[in-house]
């Protein structure tokens, strides 16, 4: 038994120090990664159910790495976060996805609107703010194309500088939305504090359909509180016809998910909209 035991530490320790080096060549990797393009804008698009056209298409980060192939954001986010890297990787991103977003307008006269996702560090970073509302000037954006989806639990949000930025910021025409609503504790609270333009109704909810009634029943709930509201909703992670009419019948018009389309590199992006455009 002893002997089994220490096995397993070995394999333990072994595991961790993979996880560990991985974690520090990522990091490291990440400032050449900026500075050879490897980071990358793809783009997802929300469906506006009731037009057949897009409400929002929403910028999820890429990196191609030539060793390691596709990292997921949900990995390297943090680690930009954490080694201080990540002003510089998201300010580089939005300037791609705004360009994006310009050539679209002008070539197929897109009207909606462009959805970045920031973590609470982000918006407190010096100058970010300032530097998106520059950018907005730069780009000549009309007011309300610009949205942050605030991505993390909203107790983050909740301190009074993060609270005055995101204030000026909506004043100066850019949108606020909730990520992953309902998943975190203190969402409620918020919504009725400041004056929220949209919230996406987390995955796990519309899972939910015609799989728990008990699931449906929140879910339900949530749909009727944003109608209450007025705020604009998107339910997320929209995977299967039934799932779309169950979510139509309840009045939830806008919709995101594999079932409409993937998120797509800059160019695919560009030509799924030129379709939609022709139709
Ligand atoms: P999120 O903002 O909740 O984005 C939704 C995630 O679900 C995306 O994964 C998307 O590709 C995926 N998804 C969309 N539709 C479906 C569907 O129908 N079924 C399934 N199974 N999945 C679907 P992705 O792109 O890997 O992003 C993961 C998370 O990483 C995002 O979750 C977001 O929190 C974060 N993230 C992505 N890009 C950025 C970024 O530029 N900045 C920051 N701070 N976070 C980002
Ligand atoms: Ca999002
Ligand atoms: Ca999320
Ligand atoms: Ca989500």
Redesign the pocket.
């Given at each position: 038994a002893k002997k089994m035991k220490n096995t397993n530490w070995v394999y333990y320790q072994e595991a961790m120090s993979t996880e560990w080096n991985r974690r520090l060549r990522l990091e490291k990797d990440l400032l050449q990664a900026m500075q050879r393009d490897e980071l990358m804008p793809y783009f997802?698009p929300e469906i506006d159910t009731v037009i057949q056209g897009v409400l929002s298409m929403e910028?999820?980060?890429r990196w191609e790495h030539p060793e390691l192939g596709f990292i997921?954001?949900?990995e390297f986010?943090p680690i930009a976060e954490d080694s201080g890297q990540l002003k510089e990787l998201?300010q580089g991103?939005i300037r791609k996805a705004v360009q994006e977003l310009v050539s679209w307008q002008e070539k197929v006269q897109y009207q909606g609107m462009l959805s970045?996702?920031?973590?609470s560090q982000?918006i407190s970073e010096d100058s970010f703010c300032e530097n998106l509302l520059r950018l907005k000037e730069e780009f000549h954006l009309a007011d309300g194309i610009l949205e942050l989806?605030l991505?993390e639990n909203m107790q983050l949000f909740e301190t009074p500088l993060i609270q005055q930025k995101l204030r000026i910021l909506q004043e100066n025409g850019i949108r606020i939305a909730i990520?992953?609503f309902g998943s975190g504790y203190s969402n409620f609270s918020y919504i009725s504090d400041f004056p929220i333009d949209k919230i996406k109704i987390d995955?796990s909810f519309t899972d939910y359909i015609e799989v728990s009634k008990r699931g449906e029943a929140v879910l339900d709930s949530l749909i009727l509180l944003s109608l209450r509201l007025g705020i604009d909703l998107v339910a997320?992670?929209?995977?299967t016809e039934a799932q779309v009419s169950y979510l139509q019948k309840r009045e939830c018009m806008f919709m995101?998910?594999?079932?409409f389309a993937r998120?797509m590199p800059a160019r695919e992006a560009g030509d799924y909209l030129e379709s939609l455009f022709k139709n």
């Open positions: 997802q910028l999820l980060a997921s954001p949900l986010i998201m991103l970045v996702n920031v973590t982000l989806e991505t990520d992953d995955k997320e992670g929209v995977e995101q998910g594999y079932y998120p």
